[in-house]
């Protein structure tokens, strides 16, 4: 069985020559990333599904929201495989924006999408998604599963802890997170485990304009707080 290089990483019998390989291999990650995309200051992140067709209502969605990040000036950066990755970078570039991915190498191998202006190529889950993250001033979560789930909540628990400069997240396919929400207000709410104000940490929408809007009207704050952790990030 060929095991990937984030199993190996966590695998329990480890030599110490073994941690200092990998632990290479992830500053190399990391350092790839920052070097790459770290001169960004107007990339939007869409995560979501790699799942979806392209006559999928999130598809289509995912796609016109590529393409509106575009028209209004900014870079779309996605995880850089089909489904809604795909359906971003291909808006973006309809839209006459840059289109950036970030992909993972998989023992079955994610392709990477065709509309891909600029890519790298990550061996670990962690440290892409710290690169997904780090230099983008907004986030646009679709639907999607366990992975789209992990990069979301980890979003919101950043910014919630203050780990992450507050930045406006955007949360589209309103049916689909119908019944999280429920999950939030009526149950993690009510058992106290999050405040009634973790709810304002992103809007709700299947309205493009309003999700860019949105950005913008939050945006003159995301970018004082980026210059004031620059030093920290």
């Not at 200092?20 to 770290?38: E, N």
């Not at 990755?85 to 392709?111: V, W």
């Not at 493009?208 to 004031?228: D, F, G, M, S």
């Amino acid at each position: 069985m060929t095991h990937s290089n984030d199993q190996n990483f966590f695998h329990a019998e480890r030599t110490l020559a073994d941690e200092i390989r990998d632990g290479h291999k992830a500053m190399s990650d990391l350092w790839q990333g920052l070097s790459t995309f770290g001169h960004l200051r107007n990339c939007v992140t869409v995560y979501g599904s790699a799942r979806f067709k392209e006559d999928h209502p999130y598809y289509i969605l995912a796609r016109s929201m590529g393409k509106a990040l575009a028209e209004n000036g900014f870079t779309v950066m996605t995880g850089g495989g089909p489904g809604i990755m795909e359906a971003a970078n291909r808006g973006a570039k309809e839209g006459g924006g840059l289109s950036l991915g970030c992909n993972i190498k998989l023992p079955f191998e994610q392709k990477l999408n065709p509309y891909v202006d600029e890519k790298i190529e990550f061996e670990f889950f962690f440290t892409r998604k710290v690169i997904l993250r780090k230099n983008s001033v907004a986030y646009v979560l679709m639907p999607g599963g366990f992975g789209t789930m992990d990069e979301i909540f980890e979003v919101f628990t950043l910014l919630q802890t203050g780990k992450l400069p507050m930045r406006p997240v955007i949360c589209m396919g309103t049916k689909y997170w119908k019944h999280l929400g429920s999950f939030l207000r009526e149950t993690m709410i009510e058992a106290g485990t999050i405040s009634t104000t973790d709810l304002d940490l992103a809007l709700v929408t299947d309205d493009t304009n309003e999700a860019i809007q949105y950005i913008k009207r939050k945006l003159p704050q995301a970018v004082v707080e980026k210059e004031e952790y620059a030093d920290i990030y």
